[in-house]
């Protein structure tokens, strides 16, 4: 797991603004869209899960990813199939029928291979990150900050599916700097117990060996497959990432 940071001092004007001390949440909930894609490179994954945006509580962030494809510029009548798990008060109905998992509340299918999924991923404050005066329900960034870096990690089992694999994707952490995520990004995989050795193939996006040639999206950071089998793509991306990706669909 990525380090947590420590509190970052509050900036005086902001201290003014805010007339209290911060509130840091333990938790952070993250919206994130999953889309089916195919760019033609055989070792990306089949879906690939874009950051929406991140709230310090869960019906905030359930009431956020109730709109999130409204909010990219689709309607309803866009798909084929719609279908969400939230009532018109943005509570969770019965799943006990719902095929896509516990945290997708959103399924939804355009003419094609396009197939979207609408999320909500928790993890540890690990930016320690306060909440906002007016809201607390919506998280304040620091002066300079317009946004978050998401390190989002993707295991793709083929033991279980040899044809396309079994693919799970989590959110591990949120950073105020790119060089921060990449930093930790490069950690989710190795620990004092697993060391890069430990896994048959360990490749970083920076090594010189690939140079202009690395085989993957820009975004992933690091690649690696382990003794079984299972192979791990760590990435960063932000909520712009999402925006662009959408727009040139």
């Known amino acids: 797991m990525p380090p947590t940071a420590e509190p970052r001092p509050i900036h005086e004007s902001q201290a003014s603004e805010l007339g209290r001390l911060p509130s840091f949440p333990s938790l952070l909930f993250h919206t994130t869209l999953s889309i089916s894609l195919d760019d033609g490179k055989p070792s990306g994954p089949f879906r690939i899960v874009f950051p929406l945006g991140t709230h310090a509580t869960l019906k905030a962030a359930k009431t956020f990813a109730s709109g999130a494809l409204k909010q990219l510029g689709y309607d309803e009548s866009d798909f084929e199939v719609y279908e969400t798990r939230l009532n018109t008060d943005n509570e969770d109905t019965d799943s006990s029928s719902w095929p896509y ?149």
């Open 101 to 249: 998992g516990d945290g997708i509340l959103i399924h939804a299918k355009r003419t094609g291979s396009h197939e979207f999924l609408v999320g909500i991923s928790t993890t540890t404050n690990n930016s320690v990150l306060p909440t906002r005066d007016d809201d607390p329900s919506e998280i304040q960034l620091p002066h300079g900050s317009d946004h978050l870096y998401y390190i989002i990690q993707t295991k793709i089992d083929y033991a279980v599916d040899h044809s396309t694999g079994v693919e799970s994707s989590d959110i591990e952490g949120v950073y105020l700097s790119r060089l921060e995520a990449i930093t930790a990004a490069k950690k989710c995989l190795i620990s004092d117990e697993i060391k890069k050795e430990d896994y048959t193939e360990y490749d970083e996006f920076d090594d010189d060996s690939f140079k202009d040639q690395w085989p993957f999206r820009d975004d992933v950071v690091v690649h690696a497959v382990s003794s079984v089998g299972e192979n791990f793509l760590v990435a960063v991306r932000t909520v712009l990432d999402t925006h662009a990706h959408i727009f040139q669909m």
